[in-house]
C-alpha cells in the first residue's frame, strides 16, 4: 500500500465548476505540500501546511490531522487550472519526502 | 522573485558513463533536495541535504549517487556509471527555514543512451 494516496487518479471539469482533491497518508508528518506540475514538467508550490487551512487566490488547502487527510479546493475553476496535482507528505524535520501518485486535472471551456 | 535554476536542462548521455547534474537554489536557503521522476511515473525523493552533509537519502540513492555543494552556490547530483533505468527527470529543490515551502528548478532532463 502507498504511504501517500491521492483521489480520484484524474478528474475532468467544467469552466466553473468546483473542484476537490483528495489525498491520505499512512506516515506520521511534519507538513503537507501541495503542488502543481505543469505539462511541461515544472513543479510550483501551492500550499505547505501542517495545521487547518490555507487559501491563496482560488485555491483552499485543508489538513485534518488526526484524520491524516488533506483536501485541495479548487474554487471556479478556470482552463489554465489544468495541470497534475501532487500531494507530498514531508515525514520528518530533515524533510524525508513522500509523494502521491498526483491527480491529472483537466477544466474544459 | 528567486528562482532555483538548474542546468543543463536535458542531458544525453551513453550507459556507463558519469554525469554531473548541477543546481544554483535560491541563495539564501539552506535546506537542498533532489527528486526524479521516471516519465509516467510519480516524483521520487533521492536525498535531502543540509549544513553540508546528506540529512536524509531514499533507498534509491545507493553508492551509485553522490551529492555535494562545492561553492557556496551550487548543488549537484553526480550520477556514476549510469544505466538505461537513469533516465528520468531529476529536479532541484531548496527552501529556508523553519515550515517553508520548497522551491524547485525546472528539471533536467538526463537521457541514457
Known amino acids: 500500500k502507498n504511504e501517500v494516496e491521492q483521489s480520484p487518479q484524474n478528474l475532468t471539469a467544467q469552466e466553473g465548476e468546483f473542484i476537490t482533491i483528495n489525498c491520505s497518508y499512512s506516515v506520521g508528518i511534519s507538513a503537507l505540500h501541495w503542488l502543481q506540475q505543469h505539462p511541461g514538467g515544472g513543479i510550483v508550490s501551492l500550499f505547505m501546511l501542517s495545521s487547518g487551512k490555507k487559501k491563496h487566490g482560488r485555491l483552499i488547502a485543508t489538513i485534518n490531522i488526526q484524520e491524516k487527510h488533506s483536501s485541495l479546493h479548487i474554487t471556479a475553476s478556470h482552463p489554465r487550472d489544468s495541470a497534475v496535482y501532487i500531494c507530498?507528505?514531508?515525514?520528518?524535520?530533515?524533510?524525508?519526502?513522500?509523494f502521491g501518485p498526483g491527480t491529472s486535472l483537466s477544466v474544459i471551456p | 522573485e528567486p528562482e532555483v535554476t538548474q542546468t543543463p536542462s536535458h542531458q544525453v548521455t551513453q550507459m556507463g558513463q558519469e554525469v554531473i547534474l548541477r543546481c544554483v537554489p535560491i541563495s539564501n536557503h539552506l535546506y537542498f533536495y533532489w527528486y526524479r521522476q521516471i516519465l509516467g511515473q510519480k516524483v521520487e525523493f533521492l536525498v535531502s541535504?543540509?549544513?553540508?552533509?546528506?540529512?536524509?537519502k531514499s533507498e534509491i540513492f545507493d553508492d551509485q549517487f553522490s551529492v555535494e555543494r562545492p561553492d557556496g552556490s551550487n548543488f549537484t547530483l553526480k550520477i556514476r556509471s549510469t544505466k538505461l533505468e537513469d533516465s528520468a527527470m531529476y529536479f532541484c529543490a531548496s527552501r529556508g527555514q523553519a515550515v517553508q515551502p520548497q522551491h524547485f528548478g525546472d528539471g533536467t532532463r538526463l537521457s541514457i543512451l
Open positions: 541535504f543540509y549544513n553540508n552533509e546528506i540529512s536524509e
Open positions: 507530498a507528505a514531508i515525514k520528518t524535520s530533515y524533510d524525508k519526502v513522500i
